[in-house]
Each structure stands twice: as C-alpha cells, then as structure tokens.
C-alpha cells in the first residue's frame, strides 16, 4: 500500500525543487519570496510529519 504522506511529501519537495532555480529569490534557506514560502513552509510540514511518524527503534 502506498504511503500517501510519504507521496504528499515527495511531490512538495518536488515542487520547491521546481521552483527555486527559476526563482533566483528561494536559492538560500533562509530566504523565500511569497510563493517560495508556502511551498517551502508545506514542504517542511509534511516533512516533519513524515520524519515524526518513523517508528524510532525496532
Ligand atoms: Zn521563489
């Protein structure tokens, strides 16, 4: 069964991916213009979420 928060993750990643070489504003992580900012905002998101949800020790 595919991971719907790992998929959701990837694909936001992907999306800033896309987005900050041709934005020349999103190349540092400390700075995002308007639309930078929300992808990399639901990206970090949903990266939390994912890296919180791993089972720590097996
Ligand atoms: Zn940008």
Do not use: I, N, V, W
């Amino acid at each position: 069964m595919p991971d719907d928060l790992y998929q959701r993750y990837q694909a936001a990643h992907r999306a800033y991916q896309a987005h900050a070489p041709s934005c020349g504003a999103c190349t540092r992580d400390t700075f995002h213009c308007r639309d930078g900012e929300k992808l990399h905002e639901s990206f970090a998101r949903l990266q939390d979420a994912y890296l919180t949800r791993q089972p720590r020790k097996h």
